[in-house]
């Protein structure tokens, strides 16, 4: 989920330099094209060099993608705190505490809500949140994936894959 929140922030100030480097072009432009070319040659070029700039400026709002950066940024927050409060409750259920259970349990939903708002981000990069669940048996407990892995929980990856 970070990777993809820098990657769209990224697309959104790429826009933004493209924009600028195109209005600097229009501005170096302006008089030499005035003063050698006819007039309307000199309206019609950099009018379509505003037009371009204004456009490239405008694409990430008028697509949502600078909707979805903030949207995603703001999640990466909410993942942050919570995979942190998931890591103590591990440690809390590793070391036998029964109290964490209904504690670890809220987490997960916490968790798994954040995974569910990030899936409906419109050309969200994941494909499906890990789904969790609190184990029990054979010596240990802890937070485990809900489709079938070996092992300990190891963190999400959130790059898509």
């Known amino acids: 989920m970070p990777r993809e929140a820098v990657r769209l922030l990224q697309l959104v100030q790429l826009h933004n330099v493209v924009a600028a480097a195109i209005i600097f072009t229009t501005g170096l432009l302006a008089w030499p094209l005035i003063s050698h070319a006819s007039p309307l040659t000199a309206q019609v070029i950099l009018s379509v060099l505003a037009g371009i700039s204004a456009l490239a400026i405008a694409v990430p709002y008028v697509t949502g993608l600078s909707d979805r950066t903030e949207e995603k940024i703001k999640l990466c927050g909410s993942y942050a705190t919570i995979y942190g409060e998931l890591l103590r409750a591990q440690q809390g259920l590793d070391n036998g505490s029964a109290a964490h259970r209904t504690h670890t349990a809220e987490l997960i939903r916490q ?47 959130f790059d898509g894959g």
Request: proline share 13%; hydrophobic share 30%.
């Open 111 to 157: 968790y798994e809500n954040v995974m569910a708002r990030n899936d409906a981000l419109p050309l969200s990069g994941r494909r499906g949140a890990v789904r969790l669940r609190v184990t029990e048996g054979q010596g240990s407990r802890g937070i485990a994936p809900r489709r079938p892995a070996p092992g300990r929980l190891e963190p999400p990856r």
